[in-house]
């Protein structure tokens, strides 16, 4: 069991990357290949962290397909 005494390096599971009251979903979205895609690579999926300063600033889920999804992180101070 983490404590925050631990620190954020030290964690065996860190926290969430996105706090669950701050998440809207206005629409269902389909993450991943479609159902009529059947191209070379199409149960591959990336997801890429671009950092600023060592934060966060957004995540990118990357389709096979080609589509981007991009999430900017805004943090609260």
Known sequence: MNTPADGLENQL??????PGQRVRVEKAVLV????NH??????TL???THREQ????CIEIVC??????RLRC???S
Request: charged share 25%; net charge neutral; aromatic share 4%.
């Open 32 to 35: 991943g290949p479609g159902h």
């Open 54 to 57: 060592g934060e966060i600033r």
């Open 13 to 18: 599971h860190p926290p969430p990357l996105l």
């Open 64 to 69: 096979s397909c080609g589509r981007t999804i």
């Open 74 to 76: 805004v943090y609260e």
């Open 38 to 43: 059947d191209g070379p690579g199409r149960d």
């Open 46 to 48: 990336q997801i890429r």
